[in-house]
């Protein structure tokens, strides 16, 4: 969906656990280069290059790639999109994020208990070929090298500026993300959309849920107009104000 000049969310849709999950990375760009922020679950590289060719962007215009954080479905395409012969790509990410996205620890999230758990959540009627892949992907998640890491303010070129905003509390490195020309706030999973509403972080999927509720006041900082969420989507309407009442712990959760 086309956002304003130089943004756009992408609308991906993958197979997870049996059934659908519809998950919405961003898209930036200007007229020499394009950004994605986040890589969606493994297995969707086709579907991003299609994505991409629905926005008029040139596949080969893609030089960066941020990572809001570690979970599976925001590194997933990682290692396919670095293996692909017609991008050169840089990654960018938080520090503290750096050795969980390269596979130099396991991800926060992927417990021994947190995988059996997942075993068990797998349909009966999944075939017993694709849970066997399933689990592995969990046990063995992609990887790929972080060339640079992000700080707190940091102000980045693209797409005619956007500035890093450190958000923990969903993860310790989590990064949400503003663009100043459109007054876009891109929330990663700081924030959900469920039913039309804006909401806090998944509960169930938040380590320090107090911490990123207290995360929320950064945006107070900025001016949204409209806010992308990477579960849920699209929220317009009077966002600084919303996300007051959650950060005030106000909001429903």
């Known amino acids: 969906m086309y956002i304003a000049q130089g943004i ?32 969606g679950f493994p297995g969707l590289l086709s579907t991003f290059k299609e994505a991409l060719k629905e926005a ?13 954080h570690q979970d599976l479905d925001h590194i997933g395409c990682l290692p396919a999109l670095l293996a ?19 596979g130099e620890r396991m991800l926060l999230k992927h417990t021994p208990e947190a995988l059996a758990a997942a075993a068990a959540m797998i349909p009966a009627h999944v075939p ?70 804006l909401q806090g972080p998944t509960p169930s999927a938040t380590p320090d849920m107090e911490l990123a509720l207290a995360s929320l006041n950064k945006f107070s900082e900025y001016e949204i107009d409209t806010v992308i969420c990477y579960h849920g989507g699209l929220y317009r309407g009077d966002a600084n104000r919303r996300i007051a009442e959650l950060a005030e712990g106000k909001g429903k959760l």
């Open 128 to 197: 017993e070929e694709w849970r066997r892949a399933f689990l592995s992907v969990l046990a063995h998640p992609p990887k790929g090298k972080v060339d640079q890491t992000l700080v707190d303010g940091e102000k980045l070129p693209f797409a005619g500026g956007i500035t890093v905003i450190h958000t923990p509390g969903h993860s310790p490195g989590h990064l949400s993300l503003y663009h100043h020309d459109s007054r876009t706030l891109i929330a990663a999973d700081a924030l959900t959309v469920q039913n039309g509403e």
């Open 56 to 68: 008029n962007v040139p596949w080969e215009k893609l030089r960066t790639l941020i990572i809001t």
């Open 84 to 102: 692909d012969e017609d991008l050169e790509l840089t990654v960018l990410a938080h520090e503290i994020e750096q050795p969980y996205i390269q």
């Open 8 to 39: 756009e969310m992408l609308e991906i849709t993958a197979q997870v656990m049996g059934g659908k999950d519809t998950i919405y990375p961003t898209l930036l760009w200007d007229e020499h280069t394009a950004v994605l922020v986040d890589t």
